[in-house]
């Protein structure tokens, strides 16, 4: 069936050190957001890429949508322990009806 | 402003009861969308309403169902509880018209117990 995979599934890091987690879908998405959950919290919106080949930055955060618009990645620059939490990427599937999925999510802790 | 809020915080029910969790959107909010997860996982979409209409549904069965009401706070019902439905349901509202491109705010969310 039609699924968004993120890899990978967990990512431990120390401190200082880049993260990166893909997300990776069978079918064409329209746009893809990305979404950040805290230990504990609900997801909050990070960003949305539409347009194929977008990359937006977020200070230690890079976001970037692949040309096919079927993949996408979050790249975290020097994490710190306030990164800690799981990653979501969400978009809309072009499969001719409205379908809106959520990635798997990449579970990241960081080490002190 | 309010933010999206849910009810009840927790919830305990037995196997065969129903459940009812109740959702507020955030104000000119229109679409209300509700999500299950199960513990350590990831989000499994259940119910998209927008203007009081159900727009689209995931992969659950029937006894998941919901509705949404003229002031687009939603209600979502969940019949003949089983052990595996304990988990925390999410609500999530944005701006009409189909959520493809607007941001979804979360509520806190509701911890349903099944025991």
């Known amino acids: 069936g039609q699924q968004v995979m993120q890899i990978p599934q967990y990512q431990h890091v120390q401190e200082g050190e880049d993260f990166t987690t893909y997300c990776n879908s069978s079918t064409t998405l329209s746009n893809i957001q990305w979404y950040k959950q805290r230990p504990g919290g609900h997801p909050v919106f990070l960003i949305q890429?539409?347009?194929?080949?977008e990359v937006k930055k977020q200070k230690r955060l890079t976001f970037q949508f692949g040309e096919a618009k079927k993949n996408s990645s979050l790249h975290i620059t020097a994490t710190q322990t306030t990164d800690v939490g799981t990653y979501f990427c969400a978009g809309v599937l072009i499969s001719g009806t409205y379908k809106y999925i959520f990635g798997t999510g990449t579970r990241l802790k960081v080490l002190a | 402003e309010a933010g999206v809020t849910q009810s009840p915080t927790h919830l305990i029910k037995t196997r065969g009861q129903q459940a009812t969790l109740r959702c507020s959107p955030i104000?000119?909010?229109?679409?209300v969308y509700w999500y299950q997860q199960a513990l350590g996982l990831g989000l499994q979409f259940l119910l998209w309403y927008d203007e009081g209409e159900e727009r689209n549904r995931g992969n659950f069965p029937p006894r998941f169902s919901g509705r949404q009401f003229p002031n687009y706070s939603s209600e979502l019902n969940v019949n003949a509880l089983e052990l595996e439905d304990s988990a925390l349901y999410l609500c999530?509202?944005?701006?009409?018209?189909?959520?493809?491109?607007?941001?979804?705010?979360f509520g806190p969310g509701t911890r349903l117990t099944v025991l």
């Open positions: 104000s000119g909010h229109t679409s």
């Open positions: 890429l539409v347009k194929s080949g």
């Open positions: 999530a509202s944005s701006l009409n018209g189909g959520g493809s491109y607007n941001e979804q705010f």
